[in-house]
């Protein structure tokens, strides 16, 4: 898949909702704060603020490695907005996510919202690549997205803003 999308051909609309679909419902079933145990000396590695910049996403895992079992990763928001390859980032997530639900965490930064995608992109560019009712879809799951991720009880991980106003 990542390969067919560095040549800008994308997943059929029925398999990116089958996805959509199918990490929502995961996410439905949890609480908004995510327990994480990690084995000592486990390598666990934490993204943040992607921010639709692809082909730096994918140095990522070219440095740390793909995600895997043995492999976990925990993104902690801003996926989308302001780069031009929200979407191919957003595949690949669910993808990853799909294939290794305890492996991999996702959690709702301030740019998995309706407001910012509208002013800083991603609106605009699912529309473009698939349509308004994908894009309904993803805030969806953006919604569903945990707020915070502990790791063995000790260290709180969440993205640096979540709310303009207090409430």
């Given at each position: 898949?990542i390969?067919?999308m560095?040549?800008?051909i994308?997943?059929?609309k029925?398999y990116l909702l089958?996805l959509?679909?199918?990490?929502l419902l995961?996410?439905?079933?949890?609480?908004s704060l995510?327990?994480?145990?990690?084995?000592?000396?486990q390598?666990?590695t934490?993204?943040?603020?992607?921010?639709?910049?692809?082909?730096?996403?994918?140095?990522?895992f070219?440095i740390n490695g793909?995600p895997?079992?043995t492999n976990?990763?925990l993104?902690?928001g801003d996926?989308?907005?302001r780069g031009?390859?929200?979407?191919?980032?957003m595949?690949t997530?669910?993808?990853?996510?799909?294939l290794y639900?305890k492996h991999?965490?996702?959690?709702?930064?301030?740019?998995?919202s309706?407001n910012l995608?509208?002013?800083y992109?991603?609106e605009?560019?699912?529309k473009?690549?698939?349509?308004?009712g994908?894009y309904?879809?993803?805030?969806?799951l953006?919604?569903?997205l945990?707020?915070?991720h502990v790791?063995?009880?000790?260290?709180?991980?969440?993205?640096?803003?979540?709310?303009?106003q207090d409430?």
């Amino acid at each position: 898949i990542i390969e067919k999308m560095k040549k800008n051909i994308f997943i059929h609309k029925k398999y990116l909702l089958q996805l959509l679909y199918s990490v929502l419902l995961n996410y439905s079933k949890e609480p908004s704060l995510i327990e994480i145990d990690v084995a000592p000396k486990q390598k666990f590695t934490i993204v943040g603020d992607i921010h639709g910049q692809f082909y730096d996403f994918l140095h990522i895992f070219e440095i740390n490695g793909y995600p895997s079992e043995t492999n976990p990763y925990l993104f902690i928001g801003d996926y989308v907005d302001r780069g031009p390859f929200s979407v191919e980032v957003m595949i690949t997530l669910l993808c990853f996510k799909v294939l290794y639900p305890k492996h991999i965490y996702l959690s709702r930064g301030n740019h998995e919202s309706r407001n910012l995608n509208k002013v800083y992109g991603f609106e605009n560019e699912v529309k473009a690549k698939y349509d308004a009712g994908v894009y309904e879809c993803f805030l969806e799951l953006f919604r569903a997205l945990p707020l915070a991720h502990v790791i063995n009880k000790k260290i709180l991980v969440l993205h640096g803003g979540l709310f303009s106003q207090d409430g």
